[in-house]
């Protein structure tokens, strides 16, 4: 926990296009990340998730790659849609292999979806 | 709608007031949570319940501040003698420990305003 960050604080992509949101953590022992889609006014909601034994996670319109190598992990999404614009935030558990207990987030990317 | 409800959703309260917000979880969730989260910043953990049992509270969580898990459903948390720096969204998150894994679902958060 407490590890992770994410890249840029602001994307902004045209409808349709594909978009690609970047996270880096720094504890090589983390093993478990989630994605969450906050909306304007409303509490954070759940994406999709990675365990640290798979490189790949596909969703619905989401993947979520992750590189272990350089601590590294992803989150695409297939044909932007205006209401994908939010912010995103990766988190992850407490250092320990658990996936359970409190969750650290990043700073978030605000998504901005243009027509 | 993930089912987590929040009371208020917002409250503006003179510096010095106590404030008392709740949260209801998804019912059959045994984990409840508490964030606090500032303009531009990700969630910051507060503290959470497994059931009535409060589990763990973050070093954010000043003596001003308690919360309550009285019959393992509903949660309060009370800010006394708020301050200016108390202002921020609260938010509340509830799971259902497995074996596997544990996904928080948020409530829509309760916004702070201490003038």
Same mark, same amino acid.
């Given at each position: 926990?407490?590890?992770?960050?994410?890249?840029?604080?602001?994307?902004?992509?045209?409808?349709?296009?594909?978009?690609?949101?970047?996270?880096?953590?720094?504890?090589?022992?983390?093993?478990?990340?989630?994605?969450?889609?906050?909306?304007?006014?409303?509490?954070?909601?759940?994406?999709?998730?990675?365990?640290?034994?798979?490189?790949?996670?596909?969703?619905?319109?989401?993947?979520?790659?992750?590189?272990?190598?350089?601590?590294?992990?992803?989150?695409?999404?297939?044909?932007?849609?205006?209401?994908?614009?939010?912010?995103?935030?990766?988190?992850?558990?407490?250092?320990?292999?658990?996936?359970?207990?409190?969750?650290?987030?990043?700073?978030?990317?605000?998504?901005?979806?243009?027509? | 709608?993930?089912?987590?409800?929040?009371?208020?959703?917002? $409250?503006?309260?003179?510096?010095?007031?106590?404030?008392?917000?709740?949260?209801?979880?998804?019912?059959?969730?045994?984990?409840?949570?508490?964030?606090?989260?500032?303009?531009?910043?990700?969630?910051?953990?507060?503290?959470?319940?497994?059931?009535?049992?409060?589990?763990? $509270?973050?070093?954010?969580?000043?003596?001003?501040?308690?919360?309550?898990?009285? $019959?393992?459903?509903?949660?309060?948390?009370?800010?006394?003698?708020?301050?200016?720096?108390?202002?921020?969204?609260?938010?509340?998150?509830?799971?259902?420990?497995?074996?596997?894994?544990?996904?928080?679902?948020?409530?829509?958060?309760?916004?702070?305003?201490?003038?």
């Amino acid at each position: 926990g407490e590890s992770v960050g994410l890249h840029l604080p602001t994307l902004s992509v045209q409808e349709g296009d594909n978009s690609i949101i970047n996270c880096a953590y720094s504890n090589s022992a983390s093993d478990y990340f989630i994605w969450y889609k906050q909306e304007s006014g409303k509490g954070p909601q759940f994406i999709i998730d990675i365990r640290s034994n798979m490189d790949k996670r596909q969703g619905q319109r989401v993947t979520v790659l992750l590189n272990k190598t350089v601590k590294h992990l992803s989150l695409q999404i297939a044909a932007t849609q205006p209401g994908d614009s939010a912010v995103y935030f990766c988190a992850d558990p407490p250092v320990g292999g658990s996936t359970l207990g409190r969750l650290y987030f990043g700073r978030g990317t605000q998504l901005t979806v243009w027509p | 709608d993930t089912g987590v409800s929040q009371d208020p959703r917002h $409250k503006i309260t003179k510096r010095g007031q106590n404030v008392t917000f709740r949260c209801d979880p998804i019912s059959e969730h045994n984990r409840l949570y508490w964030y606090r989260q500032t303009l531009g910043q990700g969630p910051e953990f507060l503290t959470y319940f497994q059931n009535e049992a409060q589990l763990e $509270k973050s070093r954010l969580l000043s003596d001003r501040f308690s919360a309550e898990r009285p $019959k393992g459903s509903f949660s309060t948390l009370e800010i006394q003698r708020t301050e200016q720096g108390d202002s921020a969204m609260y938010l509340c998150a509830s799971s259902l420990e497995t074996d596997i894994q544990e996904t928080q679902y948020f409530g829509p958060g309760t916004r702070l305003l201490v003038l």
